[in-house]
């Protein structure tokens, strides 16, 4: 039982590049979500689905996409990727949602920098 | 936009208590209030999470006064295996505010 797997863990990129993070969960979990971790910042969440098929904005959208074309994987992509974007992506899974007591199980991250 | 604010640091000794504040403005109604712990280079990892009142598991205990303007993380007896992280987080209908983190420091 892997929990939550993200890849790549590592990745640096030039301005105007794009790339897609992968993410994916074996507990078969309906939500997941998409975070930015910055210095200073806590975590942030970017996009989050609610299930297969869903997508829905977080706090901080602009600049990336997502797609959750398979309830076990939610992918992050970076169209044209700008240096603001440089950060610690993080995903997480939870077996339900918001308004819930159900705690999110979290990846261990990929590094982003982007030049 | 609610929002929650955490000091930024902490230091401590092995087996004390440490106490960890975090301040949620705004909280609503259905809200529930998390905490996690993250060590470096890894993701946070759930500790507690509690709604009002106080919540005790293995590991840690939560207050939660009747306003719920505010909670408390208790670790009893820390550890230099508590040197971390930790997050609280606000969560309710269309809403996930991570604090800004507490780096606690534990020494010998």
């Known amino acids: 039982n892997a929990g939550v797997t993200q890849t790549p863990k590592f990745r640096v990129l030039k301005t105007g590049q794009s790339m897609t993070l992968l993410c994916a969960q074996d507990?078969?979990?309906?939500?997941m979500y998409w975070y930015r971790q910055d210095p200073g910042m806590g975590l942030r969440l970017i996009h989050y689905?609610?299930?297969?098929?869903?997508?829905a904005k977080g706090e901080v959208p602009d600049g990336y996409n997502v797609s959750r074309l398979k309830k076990q994987n939610f992918l992050l992509g970076l169209e044209s990727a700008a240096p603001s974007q440089t950060s610690v992506y993080f995903c997480?899974?939870?077996?339900?949602?918001?308004?819930?007591?159900?705690?999110?199980?979290f990846g261990d991250g990929t590094r982003l920098s982007i030049l | 936009l609610a929002k929650t604010t955490q000091p930024i640091s902490m230091d401590s000794y092995e087996g004390q208590e440490v106490n960890i504040t975090c301040s949620h403005n705004?909280?609503?109604?259905?809200?529930?209030i998390t905490w996690y712990q993250q060590f470096p280079s890894q993701g946070p990892r759930f500790i507690i999470q509690?709604?009002?009142t106080k919540v005790t598991n293995e590991v840690a205990s939560l207050f939660i006064p009747a306003d719920r303007k505010s909670s408390t993380l208790s670790l009893p007896r820390v550890s230099l295996s508590d040197t971390a992280v930790y997050y609280c987080?606000?969560?309710?209908?269309?809403?996930?505010?991570f604090g800004t983190g507490t780096r606690l420091q534990v020494f010998p």
């Open positions: 997480a899974s939870s077996y339900t949602g918001l308004v819930s007591n159900q705690p999110q199980h």
């Open positions: 507990m078969n979990h309906e939500y």
């Open positions: 689905s609610v299930g297969e098929g869903t997508t």
């Open positions: 705004n909280i609503a109604t259905n809200d529930y």
């Open positions: 509690g709604y009002k």
């Open positions: 987080l606000v969560v309710g209908t269309d809403k996930l505010i």
